[in-house]
């Protein structure tokens, strides 16, 4: 098993620690806030009762995967004969240059120095680095415990050997890893998840659907297949001869719409008070939580339920 070393313990560092840990690693955490991972380790015990009661601790006890985590104050002893580093600093290129250069000088030449930025291209921070060659990105959607998929971005500078290395480490502790041939600003998933957003604001600044309507057409409707097909196979199975007759069938539709999708509404202007609005009214500012609360528990469930469907139906 790898040791891995978790730097920086918020939200996405104390997911990450569980994701890893439940793949069998040992995880060390550190933060630039003493009391930091402490609390993390807090939230970690009081999520992986759930975790086992949705069979999602790959048949583990709680206390055999929290056994697996520690926290340690000095950097230089958490990343001792470290395998792999994941950075979860604040997206700040500032403050992610300070902290690579501290990884790269002190971890192991053989390490993997993987950043979750959601934000930043890795060749932003890691250009001015000797080890710059072991440098990616390796982003989740959070939780990265529920959500598998996670995005594997090389600078110019990063070698193959690293890819290889790193969207095979995300395979072992049970990811999907989107492997990218070079950075693009935004990566794979948010440019999707944009794309989806900009038609959603101005379907609703147009005045053609509310923010319920919106919604109800992706609950409800596209992404019950996108929960197990992407929108590749999707549009392959949509056509009796596979996606070149859809191609042939449908896309004159998406041509005639595009000239439309092209204006460009500003997210913060006056849609905005209508998008708050309705949100408001379905789900009031003190239920943000529990609804947060109420989110990942269904989230548990469709992972315990799409492991379950990949072994009786098939993947």
Not at 164 to 176: E, N, P, Q, V
Request: glycine fraction near 6%; proline fraction near 5%; hydrophobic fraction near 45%.
């Amino acid at each position: 098993m790898a040791r891995v070393a978790i730097i920086g313990t918020g939200f996405i560092g104390r997911a990450w620690a569980i994701s890893y840990a439940r793949a069998g690693h040992d995880i060390v955490l550190w933060d630039a806030d003493a009391s930091a991972p402490a609390a993390a380790l807090d939230y970690v015990e009081g999520v992986l009762p759930e975790l086992a009661a949705n069979d999602l601790l790959n048949g583990a006890e709680p206390a055999t995967v929290r056994g697996r985590m520690s926290a340690e104050a000095n950097l230089g002893e958490v990343l001792k004969d470290v395998d792999h580093v994941q950075e979860n600093t604040p997206e700040d290129v500032e403050i992610k240059k300070t902290v690579f250069a501290m990884l790269d000088e002190a971890a192991p030449a053989s390490a993997i120095l993987a950043s979750s930025t959601s934000a930043l291209l890795p060749s932003s921070f890691t250009e001015h680095l000797k080890g710059r060659a072991r440098c990616l990105v390796v982003h989740p959607i959070n939780p990265p415990y529920l959500v598998p998929a996670v995005e594997v971005v090389p600078a110019p500078w990063t070698s193959e050997e690293a890819m290889t290395k790193a969207a095979a480490f995300m395979r072992s502790a049970g990811h999907a890893p989107i492997v990218m041939k070079k950075e693009l600003d935004g990566f794979v998933m948010n440019r999707m998840q944009g794309a989806l957003l900009e038609e959603a604001f101005r379907l609703v600044a147009s005045g053609y659907a509310t923010v319920e309507d919106v919604d109800i057409g992706i609950r409800e409707g596209l992404a019950l297949r996108w929960s197990f097909m992407g929108p590749f196979e999707t549009i392959d199975l949509n056509a009796p001869g596979g996606v070149r007759d859809y191609v042939e069938r449908y896309q004159s539709i998406y041509s005639r719409i595009h000239p439309s999708m092209r204006d460009r509404v500003d997210w913060a202007g006056d849609v905005l008070k209508d998008v708050e609005a309705d949100r408001r009214r379905a789900l009031p500012a003190e239920r943000l939580k529990d609804r947060q609360v109420w989110r990942d528990r269904r989230l548990m469930a469709l992972a315990a339920h799409k492991r379950r469907a990949d072994t009786d139906i098939g993947k």
